[in-house]
DNA sequence: CCCACTTTGTGCACCGGTTCACAAAGGGAC
DNA sequence: GTCCCTTTGTGAACCGGTGCACAAAGTGGG
């Protein structure tokens, strides 16, 4: 098979492209478990939760992986992917702030899958420092730099108190990295070349309640009241 | 002061806009602590982290708020916004789920700030159930009907494994809930008229590691290499 | 009252991304 | 080999969103 090395490939993805390979990665992965040899790019859409036009611009970002009137090998294209977003290599992933997200991060299985490892938690309270917890030690926000160093952490989870984000985030910025999982509910501002993505439930709530106001709105001229609620529609 | 009820106000306010008033709330709220009266488009702009013509379109699909050479008051704008986005009502909310990621999500505190009351933990571990947790005992899972219907439950966050996801959805669904913040790593089929909103903190990960992947290997051909291999779970 | 200055609100060109629809490519039957 | 069927890969129209640039609107000073 020939790969094309053309302006498709290793030329910029989309960045909504990648966003959605993780996706396709997941499903590929259920399929793989399940025996699947092959699948169509309207079978891995539907899995998906996607078009299947898109589906197929999508993996033509990459390069021609599938065979017209067959579809897609299942291994050889989660290698692809897997290959595409880095997850060959192994990321050493820190994460500042242990109180209840952060604990949480740091158990969460599902959260960190193949190709990253938990290298470090790290907090400035002292009553957690020393603290043992997914089978690691808590350590002072002090040896922060020295840990970043000494591991090759190349990506941080910041779940610390909003007060405390930016300042940490321009401590690991010096210390070299760039690629940062904020979960402060804080725009933090950081020099050109470091990437930052957030994850902020609050704002995530408030664009739940918005829809639900419109809803509620549109049928009851105002918001649904406890004791009042229709009985469950059968679906 | 007149206000307009043209097309603009009251017709579909574009989802990317609903996205970014939470974060032009945030800003104002640390304005009005600090005192300030009005703002101009450009201040509020950069504290929020976005472009000023943006921020002012934004806010024409409100309605025209702001005063011509002046800026905007900050009172009347947070009253605006918080307005619009439901926030001046009392939403409860039924988490679902009560691991780490449960317990952490019933604990923060920025998480329920304005307008939301977590009214509900349920899970189906008879080992959890009973736990008191910020204030709530967490309830079985087969009372969910119950509760939902019984506190006027209208948003339910999804804490289950992926497994069950799935499962309780349609239920909250069944019984009435058409709104869904959800966690599980799984994609949820939804009937029409229901608004899901994901939080997937592996999908983050990839992401963050596609980027980091495409700068190490322009410098280094590489990824940095640790000096000390960390005692860390591979998870 | 008039002029200079500030800041909003928006028309318009542009851009990334989505979707449709179909030609091209491969497989299998005979 | 030929024909038919399936499915990919993509050209092109479309769509929502962004950002520039400016006219309109309001303030304050003299």
Redo the contacts between chains.
Sequence with gaps: MIRRLSQARERGIPEAT??R???Y???LNGMAERGLATVSSEDLAV???VNSAKLRKDLSHLGSYGTRGVGYDVEYLIYQISR????T?????AIVGV???G???A???????R??????LLDADPEVVGDHI???SVEHIDELEAVI????V??VVLATP?AAAQQVADRVIAAGV????NFA?V?L?VPE?V?I?K???????????????R??DRMTGG?????E??E????
Excluded: C
Excluded at 178 to 181: A, D, F, R
């Design positions: 990648v966003a390979l993780p996706l990665l997941r499903a899995a998906a939760g595409e977003l880095g997850l290599q192994d990321w050493a992933v109180g209840n997200l604990r949480a991060l158990n969460y299985g599902g959260f960190v899958s190709g990253f490892r938990v290298a470090a997914a089978g690691l160093r000494r591991r090759g190349s990506i909003a760039t690629s940062i999982l509910p725009v501002a070349g990437d993505r994850v902020d439930l609050s704002i995530e709530l408030q664009i739940l309640a918005f829809h639900e106001q809803k509620t918001p649904a009241m406890a004791e609620w229709p469950a529609v059968d679906l």
